[in-house]
């Protein structure tokens, strides 16, 4: 199966600091998705994006599909943006189940 | 915005117990997914429904569990004869078509003990 991985692992950031989050898979996909999970378990739908670039206020994503990568930019960061940030893809061949990378741990300090 | 709705949010239960997970998909949707993450892990896939018939399982959607669609908003998992490592957050999501997003909902976080 497809196989999702994201890097950093972990990240510590000062408030107002910039950053990149990537996301690699093995194969091609239908759907890529980011996700944001708050310290309360809640899984934050930021971006549908299987390809070209989205921006949503401080937050944009980018996918290049033929490379088989996308990455989540996060601008002047904020506490509030501290939690697990998730890449899941789907694959093409007759399956729609997501598939979850190990995601990226953000610790945003004041 | 439409939401996807889960029921209870957090439910405590004995071994060996029978439980089942009550989501509520958003309406005009028709692919229907449950999710696990166990506690400091990845968000994992069980199973998805559609056209009231499981569409796909992994390995982790045995016998012990099954899904229902009992009537035309509800969307419900049982887990049968719990064991201590069902306990998870459990993730209900939705799809309006296999090439838009999955919505998810809150998860339940299941606590067998």
């Known amino acids: 199966g497809i196989q999702v991985e994201q890097s950093p692992p972990d990240l510590i950031l000062q408030e107002g600091a910039n950053s990149t989050l990537r996301c690699n898979f093995s194969?091609?996909?239908?759907?890529l998705q980011w996700f944001h999970q708050n310290p309360w378990g809640q899984l934050i739908n930021l971006f549908y994006?299987?390809?070209g670039t989205k921006q949503n206020g401080r937050l944009s994503a980018t996918t290049v599909a033929t490379e088989r990568y996308s990455l989540l930019y996060i601008s002047s960061s904020q506490t509030t943006d501290s939690g697990v940030y998730f890449c899941?893809?789907?694959?093409?061949?007759?399956?729609?189940?997501?598939?979850f990378g190990t995601g990226t741990r953000l610790q945003v300090f004041p | 915005e439409p939401e996807v709705t889960q029921t209870p949010s957090h439910q405590v239960t004995q071994m060996g117990q029978e439980v089942i997970l009550r989501c509520v998909p958003i309406?005009?949707?028709?692919?229907f997914y449950w999710y696990r993450q166990i506690l400091g892990q990845k968000v994992e896939f069980l199973v998805s429904?559609?056209?009231?018939?499981?569409?796909?399982k992994s390995e982790i959607f045995d016998d012990q569990f099954s899904v229902e669609r009992p009537d035309g908003s509800n969307f419900t998992l049982k887990i049968r004869s719990t064991k201590l490592e069902d306990s998870a957050m459990y993730f209900c999501?939705?799809?309006?078509?296999?090439?838009?997003?999955?919505?998810f909902g809150d998860g339940t976080r299941l606590s067998i003990l």
């Open positions: 994006i299987p390809s």
């Open positions: 899941a893809v789907e694959g093409t061949f007759n399956t729609d189940k997501l598939i």
């Open positions: 309406s005009n949707h028709l692919y």
């Open positions: 999501a939705s799809g309006g078509d296999r090439d838009q997003p999955q919505h």
């Open positions: 194969d091609s996909v239908n759907n």
């Open positions: 429904f559609y056209n009231n018939e499981i569409s796909e």
